[in-house]
Each structure stands twice: as structure tokens, then as C-alpha cells.
């Protein structure tokens, strides 16, 4: 048995859902090598049996794991542990964010500061000539969309994929996949700056030449400096006057 009374939290004295028990145990034995990544589930009655719950709350047990990308239920061959990729167990932060607004979206911004001055110190370290070849082109994108100006979305399309890009050169899957889910929450307020402060792509343009430079000449400290330094222009807009955040629907944030 996994637990020997399911219906305590953990020693903590609370009680315990069944289907909670099934998650727990799982994942304890996921921790403890019982179970491995890509490897298949024991048959149903067996797992019921010892994890010391029921069906039902198993196969509930089982599909909460399903959606938080730990599980896959295959037709026909039954259900399997995924291969825990980093990119997919941290899908649900991106729904968290998502769902943040006022003041919680300035704490975000300054957590997505920490992990992208990071991200940049490390892609000056780790990037290879493709992937610096990659933030030229994203770079490139950007220019040529505020050339145009009467697109904001292709700017900033082009905006994310350069600090997508830096992030994945740091080398680090685990910081990539967490800048990445910062990006959706902030793509509608990019748009929104780009649109309603003078001269804000042209300070994103700049920035990111100088945090390109600074990755390109292999030098991790002046890419952190310049990617913190870039992003706290973004924290200020974000506060904007009062530290209330700028008046824009759907959430605050600025191109970045």
C-alpha cells in the first residue's frame, strides 16, 4: 500500500480525497522509480489494489494526471507515463498566467524578469551560431514590422520569438519552457504599448540590438545587464501612473 490510511493528508491530520490518494501515489511512485517515463501503467485492478482506493476514484485519479501532461491514455494499449517533458508539465503554468490581472500582473512581470535575465546571461554563454543566426532573423522581423507600423501583431509576434529564442539558447529547457509561459499574458498588452506609447518599438528595437550584441560578443554579464535593464521598462509600464497599471482591457504589460 502507498499510504497506509489514504483518508490523511500526508501525517497533516486533514482529510484526503480518494482521487487525491491516486495522484499522491502516483506521483510517489514516480519519484521513487517505481514507475519511469514512457513506461505503461500496471493493469487496472492491480494499481487500485495498491494504492488501496476503488475504480472509480482511480480512473478520476488518473485522468487529473492525464491533463496536467504526466499521463496519456493510448487506444487500444492503455494508459502510459509520458515522457515529462518540461515543455508539457509546465503547460498549466501558461492558464495561471493567463488568468492573472492587477496587481498580480506586475508580480509576474517582475518573475518574468528574474528568469529572462537569467536566460540571457546563459544564451551569451551557450548559443550556437544557428541560434544566433535565429535572433538576427526574429531581430530583422521586428524592424521591418515597425517600419510598417500598421501592424502592431506582427511586431510583436516577432518580439516574443526573439525572447523565445533567447531563452532556448540558454541551454536550460526547464527556464525556456517558464519564459514561455509568461508570453501569452503578455501579448495582448505588447500590442496594447505598442499602440499607445510614442516610441516604444523603437526602444524595444534598441534593446534587443544591444542584448543581441552582448549574447553574440559572449559576454553574460552585460546580458543580463541589458536584458534586466529591457524588461524594467516594461515592469514601469506596466505599473503605470500610481503603479495602478495602464488603462487597457484584458491586462497590462508592454512589447518586450
Not at 43 to 51: F, K, M
Not at 87 to 115: E, I, K, N, Y
Not at 223 to 252: I, N, Q, T, Y
Request: glycine share 10%.
Amino acid at each position: 500500500m502507498v499510504d497506509e490510511d489514504p483518508a490523511r493528508d500526508g501525517g497533516r491530520g486533514g482529510p484526503r480525497s480518494q482521487t487525491d490518494v491516486v495522484v499522491e501515489g502516483i506521483k510517489r511512485m514516480l519519484a521513487e522509480g517505481v514507475l519511469r517515463p514512457n513506461q505503461k501503467l500496471p493493469v487496472e485492478a492491480d494499481l487500485a489494489r495498491e494504492l488501496g482506493v476503488s475504480r472509480g476514484p482511480l480512473r478520476e485519479g488518473v485522468r487529473a494526471l492525464s491533463l496536467m501532461g504526466v499521463l496519456e491514455s493510448r487506444q487500444g494499449a492503455g494508459t502510459y507515463v509520458t515522457a515529462l517533458d518540461s515543455s508539457v508539465l509546465l503547460t498549466p503554468m501558461a492558464f495561471l498566467v493567463d488568468l492573472q490581472q492587477q496587481p498580480g500582473a506586475q508580480a509576474l512581470h517582475a518573475v518574468r524578469r528574474l528568469l529572462e535575465t537569467e536566460a540571457a546571461g546563459l544564451a551569451a554563454l551557450h548559443a550556437d551560431e544557428e541560434q544566433v543566426a535565429g535572433l538576427r532573423a526574429a531581430l530583422e522581423d521586428s524592424t521591418a514590422a515597425a517600419r510598417g507600423a500598421s501592424d502592431p501583431h506582427a511586431f510583436v509576434e516577432a518580439d516574443i520569438r526573439f525572447h523565445d529564442l533567447v531563452a532556448t539558447a540558454s541551454g536550460n529547457p526547464v527556464l525556456a519552457s517558464l519564459v514561455h509561459a509568461f508570453a501569452g499574458r503578455t501579448a495582448r498588452a505588447r500590442v496594447w504599448r505598442a499602440i499607445a506609447e510614442d516610441g516604444a518599438l523603437e526602444r524595444t528595437l534598441q534593446e534587443h540590438r544591444a542584448i543581441l550584441r552582448a549574447v553574440q560578443e559572449r559576454d553574460p554579464d552585460r546580458a543580463r545587464l541589458r536584458m534586466g535593464h529591457h524588461l524594467l521598462a516594461v515592469e514601469d509600464f506596466v505599473a503605470g501612473p500610481g503603479g495602478e497599471g495602464p488603462d487597457e482591457p484584458g491586462g497590462a504589460g508592454a512589447p518586450g
